[in-house]
């Protein structure tokens, strides 16, 4: 969030963080070396010129730091929530460096970004300001099935509805709030996309709402009605176009996006002004939507097939391998940020088969994370490194890793790689049981909400193997490295 010009406001907070702001600025090399600054909740966020002038272990001794790592082009110094505002203001304060807004850092840090980090770069700016829509969704999801599915409660048990009916209108309108983002997600892909790429939000929103129009067939219903022969159709000068809508489905909305912002920008700059409200958006829009239910909308949603159907197929032929496999591999995603690839895997799977499998291995990674960090700050003696991972434990088990993943354990790398492992045998054995997701919720402990019920055992399961084998690993380890001098402070 961009925030307005330091005033005499905020100099108590400049006076209080000044030495220390000015400390992190030398750290990262100089005023000389910052492109971009600005903040998040708890990060501060850097575009440099060369990170190889960062002084890590200087960061690292300062005790207002909690972990740095770099990530997308930009090098991220954690402080913590709150205290990150003030040292920011601080910094701008006592610097003279402008401030920037996250748009304007990410656009300097982009700059030297491979053909494939900007891609994924484009997807985690899609996806990420949608997150808090999905995971709130998945949530109150998970506490629908609760209230609606049976077998929760023992493996004859009827849903809680059944049992006491007085529940009924609750869960059902519950049902209503959480799915309203998955079925109009493709509306909330809209806006988000048309934004990223340069058009109007609102336009976006409309595409979205567009392609799952209620008298368009639902997608949901394609299977079947191609089994039945009954699609409806429309036809245009001889073409036969399917009538159908996109519910849940991500490929379709986001091509179609990109070609809306760019008729959008092409139109924007050619019209005269007193024409561009009458022009630019209804021509926009009409050429994009002819073109999304005629091409991109077809094609698109045959690809999206595609890759639902060939990750079934391998998580069928093989469930070991590939729990194994995804479960190693999504931590270190988390670091080069290609995690966030996965995001749309997982919403495409759940509007093509209505459930994940991939989502619960994320939850369990969240979990390994935190067990890992646990067990370091049990064996900690310094007060920093123990308050460290304390705090960002918690984070894990709630769904954040980056605190315990980049300011504990990467850096003294074994219990990552403990973590890691752990989550890669968690995952080979729940997708060997079949374990999956109703919805993307809270990751961490909370994911179980969104478990399908019939699978809660074998997830219970999987998040005792990810918190006692990534515990006991690092808290031996620990015991024998971190009585060695010095070793908390050079790992």
């Not at 960061?59 to 770099?70: A, C, E, P, W």
């Not at 369990?364 to 067990?371: C, E, F, P, V």
């Amino acid at each position: 969030m961009c925030h307005e010009p330091a005033s005499n406001a905020f100099h108590g907070d400049a006076d209080k963080y000044g030495k220390e702001a000015e400390e992190i600025v030398a750290a990262v090399g100089g005023v000389e070396n910052i492109n971009a600054a600005t903040h998040c909740v708890t990060r501060l966020r850097f575009a440099l010129k060369d990170e190889d002038k960062v002084n890590k272990t200087a960061l690292d001794n300062m005790g207002i730091v909690k972990g740095t790592f770099s990530a997308n082009g930009q090098y991220q110094i954690v402080i913590g929530q709150g205290t990150v505002d003030k040292v920011y203001k601080a910094m701008v304060h006592e610097t003279g460096i402008a401030e920037a807004s996250k748009e304007d850092v990410k656009a300097a840090s982009g700059e030297k970004l491979n053909p494939l980090q900007k891609a994924i770069k484009v997807l985690a700016d899609i996806f990420i300001p949608i997150l808090p829509a999905i995971v709130t969704a998945g949530l109150l999801m998970g506490i629908n099935n609760i209230l609606a599915n049976p077998g929760i409660f023992g493996k004859e048990a009827p849903a809680l509805i059944e049992t006491y009916p007085q529940w009924a209108g609750i869960a059902y309108m519950i049902n209503i709030i959480a799915n309203t983002a998955f079925t109009f997600l493709p509306a909330l892909i809209g806006w988000s996309a048309v934004k990223r790429f340069g058009g109007h939000e609102l336009l976006g929103v409309v595409l979205g709402l567009i392609l799952v129009h209620p008298d368009l067939m639902n997608a949901w219903g394609y299977g079947s009605a191609v089994a039945e022969g009954k699609i409806p159709t429309w036809n245009i000068f001889g073409l036969e176009i399917n009538k159908v809508g996109y519910q849940g489905q991500v490929l379709p909305v986001l091509f179609a996006s990109w070609v809306l912002a760019k008729i959008e920008i092409f139109l924007r700059k050619r019209v005269v002004d007193s024409l561009q409200l009458l022009v630019v958006a209804p021509v926009a829009l009409l050429v994009t939507g002819f073109l999304a239910f005629i091409l991109i909308g077809p094609v698109t949603f045959k690809i999206g097939n595609w890759i639902t159907e060939g990750l079934v197929y391998v998580f069928d032929v093989a469930p070991v391998i590939g729990g194994l496999v995804y479960g190693a591999i999504y931590a270190p995603l988390v670091i080069t940020g290609m995690h966030h690839t996965f995001l749309a895997v997982d919403l495409q799977l759940i509007g093509s088969t209505k459930t994940t499998f991939l989502w619960p291995i994320l939850a369990l990674s969240n979990i390994a994370q935190g067990a890992a960090v646990f067990a370091m700050m049990l064996v900690a003696k310094d007060e920093k490194l123990k308050g460290l991972a304390g705090t960002s434990g918690i984070s894990a088990w709630l769904g954040i890793t980056e605190p315990a993943m980049f300011g504990v354990n990467l850096r003294f790398r074994y219990p990552f790689f403990a973590a890691i492992t752990g989550t890669a045998i968690a995952g080979a054995f729940i997708t060997f049981q079949g374990v999956k997701a109703t919805s993307i919720g809270v990751g961490g402990i909370p994911a179980i909400l969104s478990i399908v019920a019939s699978n809660w055992v074998s997830f219970l399961i999987g998040m005792l193997i990810v918190i006692v084998f990534p515990f006991i690993v690092t808290y031996f380890i620990a015991k024998r490295r971190l009585l060695m001098p010095g070793s908390e402070s050079n790992e």
